[in-house]
């Protein structure tokens, strides 16, 4: 081989092999960029707390500043059950004979009463 020649591909080479090795390293690292599912974009989120404690929000819930599990019921009344992490507990009458209704809680409001839409009648049950 050409001396002259020899030392092109040489010099050629030695610039090309650090180029290559940093646009396979891109490569790699664009292959494992995450995804918008992962959960490691929950680092860039405000962690959800209640009160002054962080809970975990796909277990968890916060009611009247208490962690609650997600599959956690309360009596409504005498004897309807509902899920405080999803549903409210309403008086339906202040009467002798107290009244009851669930209503469901609207994600991202701080659901009341008399403005939720009605998921069941206690006394129907």
Known sequence: MNPELAARVSS????????????????????????????????????????ERIYNPLEQCCEDDNILPLNYT??????CIYWPCFELCCPESF???KKFIIKLKIHGE????????????????
């Not at 009341?112 to 049950?125: F, H, I, M, W």
């Open 12 to 51: 050629t080479s030695l610039l090309l092999i650090p180029i290559l090795l940093l646009a396979n390293k891109g490569v790699e690292i664009t292959h494992t960029f995450p995804t918008l599912s992962d959960a490691a974009l929950w680092l860039c989120q405000p962690v959800p707390r209640c009160d």
């Open 95 to 97: 009467t002798s004979q």
């Open 110 to 125: 701080r659901s009341q009463c008399r403005s939720s839409p009605v998921s069941g009648d206690c006394a129907r049950y």
């Open 74 to 79: 309360r009596l409504c009344g005498p004897g």
